[in-house]
DNA sequence: CACCGCCGTTTCGCATAGCGTAACAATGTT
DNA sequence: AACATTGTTACGCTATGCGAAACGGCGGTG
């Protein structure tokens, strides 16, 4: 899981991301010496890197078992994060605009070179409500914001991703490569991406790319909700407001240009 | 700024923090030489840093001006150090009975040797939203979730902030040391702390503390929302409700006793 | 147009800073 | 009570991250 790339850069900073990561993969408590075989370093020095992290605030401590979680000001940081990226203020009134048209969760997610991210969402009118959560990674091969991204973005993002099995989360889910591959091309030609019952049975999203000045893929659009009230073939005007929308966006990034 | 205690771990972990902390404050693209200055280092180290962080997604770089900002991965641990935090699980279904009940914008801060963090909201009824961001932190002198850290929260917290000089945000923000002990004191007995006016003008939060199993202050449920809707001297019962929320989650938590 | 100044990036040698090993203390388990 | 865990501390070596200085590119200015 950890990137190859770690002989980049400074060798006790991966470490200290990677110990991050590992408390933020796991739900649980991690204590320092599962810490240590997983990472595959010794107790002491991951304990000095918790030392380091404890009094910056990044994880604490429990009292009695001694293990680690991630602090508040990890938290803290992420907001910044999201924050500081002007999509988000950018897209904040289109998507608005596009719940209103639709009624349904509307969310825009980031694509960077490890997958795409959720940075906001504007929820549905719907009571029963069907969202996802803002700062998760989605899987690119069933969800429809991942497949834009594997379709329209850097294509490093799809290399890195064919040498992985897909993992399999219902039994809609894609698992074949060549699969992908065509539901990939179809993508590129339609500008559209949905996933139904992919990710989850009942659920789909439809998803438009966002592009910047520059004309490179830098984020998505997706209306997400239940597969009765979500569906390509139902509701062409939906795909119609989404697309719209993601030229409204990116037309507000600086992109010129139809294709 | 920068915490005294730089000196207990790894230095260059320390660095990295500071640097993404530094991106985290300033709302602006930075680049290397002035973080360099800011954080008192040379301009090859920052860089090192800088790849780093770029590797693993927690800053990106933009390709006009090579300036740096906070990324998108960033937002993806914080995120997850919320959904880690099981208070704010435990919580939720408190806050949202509070919010039924007062009809105001209620707000979760963690308590932590820092301060305080907003981790979880619930946006009250009113067309004109007030509100919190998730992931900020307020300050200490200033907010009703602050004066609680203060008064029941760990000691050291007062210590150190009474060496820095208290920010006025408006002209009813306390201002000085005496006035705020006076105000501590009064919060230490009736057992809630609100902030009229402190912060921004027109604006009110009542505060309360939640405690855990070890009795040690954790977080504060407060209730946030115009002067005219949130007022501790006209609004008896709404007192009643923070406070019996308080209680709640307080119990919930393993916390036993009154004092 | 050539100059200058500033930027981010690269290189390189040195000393420090972080690593691993191993002993220690504090638990809870058998 | 012996043991097998845990988290924590101590210490010496060497890898590693640091600083200073040189490099190439860009944007302004005379």
Same mark, same amino acid.
């Given at each position: 899981?950890?990137?190859?790339?770690? !002989?980049?850069?400074?060798?006790?900073?991966?470490?200290?991301?990677?110990?991050?990561?590992?408390?933020?993969?796991?739900?649980?408590?991690?204590?320092?010496?599962?810490?240590? +075989?997983?990472?595959?370093?010794?107790?002491?020095?991951?304990?000095?890197?918790?030392?380091?992290? *404890?009094?910056?605030?990044?994880?604490?401590?429990?009292?009695?078992?001694?293990?680690?979680?991630?602090?508040?000001?990890?938290?803290?940081?992420?907001?910044?994060?999201?924050?500081?990226?002007?999509?988000?203020?950018?897209?904040?009134?289109?998507?608005?605009?596009?719940?209103?048209?639709?009624?349904?969760?509307?969310?825009?997610?980031?694509?960077?070179?490890?997958?795409?991210?959720?940075?906001?969402?504007?929820?549905?009118?719907?009571? *029963?409500?069907?969202?996802?959560?803002?700062?998760?990674?989605?899987?690119?091969?069933?969800?429809?914001?991942?497949?834009?991204?594997?379709?329209?973005?850097?294509? *490093?993002?799809?290399?890195?991703?064919?040498?992985?099995?897909?993992?399999?989360?219902? %039994?809609?889910?894609?698992?074949?490569?060549?699969?992908?591959?065509? /539901?990939?091309?179809?993508?590129?030609?339609?500008?559209?991406?949905?996933?139904?019952?992919?990710?989850?049975?009942?659920?789909?999203?439809?998803?438009? %790319?966002?592009?910047?000045?520059?004309?490179?893929?830098?984020?998505?659009?997706?209306?997400?909700?239940?597969?009765? +009230?979500? !569906? /390509?073939?139902?509701? %062409?005007?939906?795909?119609?407001?989404?697309?719209?929308?993601?030229?409204?966006?990116?037309? !507000?990034?600086?992109?010129?240009?139809?294709?």
């Amino acid at each position: 899981m950890t990137s190859s790339d770690n !002989d980049i850069g400074l060798k006790s900073v991966h470490l200290t991301i990677d110990a991050l990561e590992l408390l933020s993969r796991e739900q649980r408590d991690i204590g320092i010496s599962e810490m240590a +075989n997983l990472l595959g370093t010794t107790k002491g020095t991951v304990f000095r890197h918790m030392q380091t992290l *404890l009094a910056r605030g990044y994880v604490t401590q429990s009292e009695s078992s001694h293990r680690y979680r991630l602090g508040p000001q990890a938290a803290c940081l992420g907001q910044s994060a999201i924050d500081h990226t002007d999509i988000v203020e950018r897209a904040r009134p289109h998507l608005s605009a596009l719940r209103e048209a639709t009624g349904e969760t509307v969310a825009l997610s980031l694509v960077d070179q490890q997958g795409v991210v959720i940075l906001s969402k504007v929820m549905g009118k719907s009571p *029963l409500e069907i969202g996802v959560r803002v700062g998760s990674r989605l899987a690119l091969h069933s969800s429809a914001q991942g497949k834009i991204a594997l379709a329209f973005g850097p294509s *490093l993002l799809l290399a890195q991703y064919e040498r992985q099995d897909l993992a399999s989360f219902t %039994p809609h889910t894609i698992e074949t490569t060549s699969e992908l591959k065509a /539901a990939l091309e179809r993508i590129r030609q339609t500008g559209i991406a949905e996933a139904p019952n992919e990710y989850m049975l009942g659920v789909n999203a439809i998803a438009a %790319p966002i592009r910047d000045r520059s004309g490179a893929l830098v984020a998505t659009v997706a209306v997400v909700g239940s597969i009765q +009230n979500v !569906d /390509a073939r139902t509701k %062409p005007e939906m795909i119609e407001a989404i697309v719209a929308t993601a030229q409204k966006i990116s037309t !507000d990034l600086g992109y010129v240009g139809n294709v």
